[in-house]
């Protein structure tokens, strides 16, 4: 029904910058918070930062003023500017959207299928 696809991870050196983007497919009346979380290896998954459907936007403390998440709603993608990256900025990011497909009342999370960050010189 829906389906989020990631783009943009790679490989960079310390102090780069990468760009994710993730675009939601399918069945979409409406889509609510628009997230991206990561996971390093041995770790719990975080929440990286979130844009609800009114443009404003949260970060978690270890990237503010780094990594600025916005939104298209138009085209129902997130994306996720990442400057400054740092060796711990590595892991598996994921972007996890709140969706209410259509004909159905109330919104479900949907994620993305992973992109690989890798920070290193």
């Known amino acids: 029904q829906v389906q989020l696809v990631e783009s943009g991870g790679g490989l960079v050196q310390p102090g780069g910058s990468l760009r994710l983007s993730c675009a939601g497919s399918?069945?979409?009346?409406?889509?609510?918070?628009m997230d991206w979380y990561r996971q390093a290896p041995g770790k719990q998954r975080e929440s990286v930062a979130s844009?609800?459907?009114?443009?404003?936007?949260n970060y978690a403390d270890s990237v503010k003023g780094r990594f600025t998440i916005s939104r298209d709603n138009a085209k129902n993608t997130v994306n996720l500017k990442m400057n400054s990256l740092k060796h711990e900025d590595t892991a598996v990011y994921y972007c996890?959207?709140?969706?209410?497909?259509?004909?159905?009342?109330?919104?479900?999370?949907?994620w993305g299928q992973g992109t690989q960050v890798t920070v290193s010189s």
């Open positions: 996890h959207m709140s969706i209410r497909t259509s004909g159905y009342w109330g919104a479900n999370p949907y």
């Open positions: 399918g069945k979409i009346a409406e889509v609510y918070t």
């Open positions: 844009i609800p459907r009114d443009g404003t936007t």
